[in-house]
């Protein structure tokens, strides 16, 4: 728990008046090893899982020649590109929701990847990453995605939920979580329903699917990757899109990427900005490694681009307001802190003059920030990775503000071998289960997952 105080020069930690700690600039030549990723019970899980992997499948052989791609009742050519549109509900009349789906089917075999965006309606970095992934700029001879030099089926749905995207909002019309509903059932709620025809025509014959999303309303994201680092296919595209922060979790009960990982389907997460708006950053970073996972799997030429480290993340601790209020975030997220530095400060118009400062309780990563400015006591505003060691090569990639620069939002790094990497340990366990879990009642937490599913109105 964080703690608060009334503001005041005296307050300060770094020894001078009006000012925050300085935050060095050095950098470093060589990478620090650490002997350690994550947590020993954890790493022996992920030991054992990746000991299981069986390799390349037989399906993606080239001796056999380029095959045809079926999908949804369609057969489509190799080396070529389809325009499909995929109706989210089977009804005779009322609106079945069609969204585009863009399936590039190469040239010779290989996994099929499927890209996913706005699962939760408001959320618009997928949607334009992905529109921008499926436009001439990237798509098409001599481009990234090139359908006569590429190996394997590449599918983009820029918007999943269709009617949330056209409302604004973060749920199907019913009200339900389309992300909490998987795999769903064919005779169940609208939500359900949903849910169940895209688990059984689109995920559940993929080889490997990214999932693109941002934090929900009243915060903000900076680019993450989410995925369960015990599942050997979902470990390897986690680091293979080639960013620096990795959060260690199975997912929600209910969400694609969980439901995916137990029936053998590799799944990711990434997360970058906030709800309803548009982040250049975390659109490009996203676009960035996207390409670093189809040239891991040799979908497409070239090799993947690696970060300079990784933070492989088991757990976090939350930065909580202690008052009630107006909020004024001053460390954005990306940022790196010290324990007791300010993070933010709650005033209330009600009694001008009088302000409290939000302290962190920890040195570490600012993962995501609250955005929303009303704050009550107990309110978490910031969700941060705390850091024992390592700092000294997270500080060589700070900008002069102190926020981590996310590999593909200032160019490509330069080229480096995998054991070159730093993997820099953050241990713990996450609150409630879930990384989003303290944030607000729309991430629910295990208990109240536990109640919907023994709830009858949800099934």
């Known amino acids: 728990m964080p703690s608060t105080s009334s503001s005041s020069d005296d307050d300060d930690i770094s020894g001078k008046s009006g000012s925050s700690p300085t935050r060095p600039k050095r950098r470093r030549s060589k990478p620090l090893k650490v002997s350690n990723q994550i947590p020993p019970s954890r790493r022996e899980e992920i030991e054992k899982a990746l000991e299981d992997n069986q390799g390349t499948p037989a399906r993606w052989s080239r001796k056999d020649g380029p095959k045809f791609h079926r999908f949804l009742r369609k057969r489509i050519s190799p080396g070529t590109i389809r325009q499909i549109e995929y109706d989210l509900i089977d009804v005779d009349i009322g609106e079945s929701w069609p969204i585009p789906i863009t399936v590039i089917h190469g040239a010779r075999p290989g996994p099929v990847v499927t890209l996913l965006g706005a699962i939760h309606g408001n959320e618009l970095v997928g949607p334009l990453a992905l529109t921008y992934l499926s436009g001439p700029n990237f798509i098409g001879e001599d481009k990234a995605i090139d359908p006569a030099a590429m190996a394997g089926t590449l599918r983009i749905i820029p918007v999943v939920n269709l009617p949330g995207y056209r409302r604004q909002s973060r749920y199907m019309p019913d009200g339900r979580d389309l992300n909490r509903g998987f795999p769903g059932k064919p005779d169940s709620n609208t939500t359900s329903r949903v849910a169940n025809r895209l688990w059984n025509e689109i995920i559940s014959t993929s080889d490997h699917v990214i999932d693109l999303h941002t934090a929900a309303v009243g915060r903000t994201n900076m680019p993450q990757i989410r995925a369960n680092l015990a599942h050997p296919s979902s470990n390897r595209i986690a680091r293979a899109f080639g960013i620096e922060t990795i959060l ?24 970058g900005g906030g ?76 009694r001008p003059g009088e302000n409290f400062d939000i302290l962190s309780p920890a040195r570490g990563l600012l993962i995501s920030t609250a955005t929303h400015p009303f704050v009550t006591a107990g309110t978490p505003i910031g969700h941060l990775l705390p850091m024992t060691g390592g700092t000294q090569t997270l500080r060589t990639r700070l900008d002069e503000e102190g926020c981590l620069i996310t590999s593909g939002s200032d160019g490509e790094p330069p080229w480096r071998e995998d054991d070159e990497i730093e993997d820099i340990s953050v241990e713990g366990e996450w609150s409630g289960g879930s990384p989003d879990a303290e944030w607000s009642l729309d991430e629910e937490s295990a208990a109240e997952e536990e109640a919907d599913e023994a709830d009858p109105n949800w099934i």
């Open 275 to 350: 709800s309803n708006e548009a982040d250049p950053e975390s659109v490009q970073v996203a676009i960035y490694g996207i390409l670093n996972v189809l040239r891991s799997l040799r979908a497409i030429p070239g090799y993947p681009s690696r970060p300079r480290f990784r933070i492989l993340a088991s757990g976090s601790v939350w930065v909580r307001s202690d008052q009630g209020g107006l909020l004024d975030v001053l460390t954005p997220a990306g940022s790196f802190i010290q324990e007791g530095e300010t993070v933010a400060t709650v005033t209330d118009p009600e």
């Open 248 to 271: 260690d979790n199975q997912g929600p009960r209910g969400s694609l990427r969980r439901v995916a990982n137990d029936a053998g389907v590799a799944a990711i997460t990434y997360e």
